[in-house]
């Protein structure tokens, strides 16, 4: 199991990568002063979680969630079972979560806060229907929305390419150095900063809806090899 450890002045970011059957990565968030614990999108493992926050000595009061796919919210109702932790989610996603326990709902731009640590929520549909990021103090936890030079499917119920382009659209908007974490490990790093992403992920370099349609859907899956490597413009736009 590889990790990552990201240490601010008020929080700390754990990664945990490569967890459970589709080899998923839970993102822990520590914030300091409370010395309470956020975790994104827990699945396959509650009681490892559960250890890992009391080995820290923080508190876990909060489960954040990117989307549905069980592959992500596999171990949610455990772990609000075992800790007592509020589970958050987009308001639009949550016909689709079959959950046990009540859920928070978020809106486009509603700040969550761990403690003192606060997070934006990123409306992202298209994957799914009420999918969203986690945009924290220059990282951005973006579940499969966006991965490194690549993103995710929208084959399931709820998914959209059409809408999907308009959240990718929108991400291109958040700044150089900020940087992505994702729900997959399928890229040449296991991070990146969305500048190389809008420099090199053909999901961002698409700038018609109806060519990124026909790529997501048709083209992506079958030209790609993993880990997934940048792509300039004239190499995407020659696979259209
Ligand atoms: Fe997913």
Redesign the pocket.
């Known amino acids: 199991m590889q990790e990552t450890i990201h240490k601010h002045t008020s929080f700390t970011l754990e990664i945990i990568y490569h967890l459970g059957t589709y080899e998923n990565s839970i993102h822990f968030i520590f914030d300091h002063a409370s010395k309470k614990c956020s975790i994104v999108d827990p699945a396959w493992e509650a009681d490892l979680f559960i250890d890992r926050v009391k080995e820290r000595g923080y508190e876990l009061t909060d489960i954040w969630l990117t989307?549905w796919?069980p592959d992500?919210t596999n171990a949610v109702d455990e772990l609000a079972h075992k800790t007592g932790a509020t589970i958050t989610a987009g308001i639009n996603e949550v016909p689709y979560l079959r959950l046990e326990h009540p859920i928070k709902t978020v809106e486009d731009n509603d700040i969550v806060s761990i403690g003192n640590t606060d997070a934006r929520i990123i409306n992202t549909p298209g994957?799914t229907a009420g999918g969203i990021c986690y945009a924290l103090d220059g990282h951005l936890i973006a579940g499969?929305t966006l991965f490194v030079y690549g993103a995710?499917h929208c084959v399931m119920p709820g998914g959209s390419a059409n809408i999907f382009f308009n959240s990718l659209q929108k991400l291109k908007q958040l700044p150089d150095d900020m940087m992505l974490h994702c729900?997959h490990d399928y890229g040449s790093t296991i991070s990146s900063t969305m500048g190389e992403q809008k420099k090199g992920n053909p999901f961002l370099l698409i700038d018609d809806e109806d060519d990124f349609v026909r790529y997501r859907n048709n083209i992506h899956d079958g030209s790609r090899t993993y880990p997934m490597s940048a792509m300039t413009k004239d190499e995407v736009y020659a696979l259209l």
């Open positions: 989307h796919h992500h994957h499969d995710g729900g």
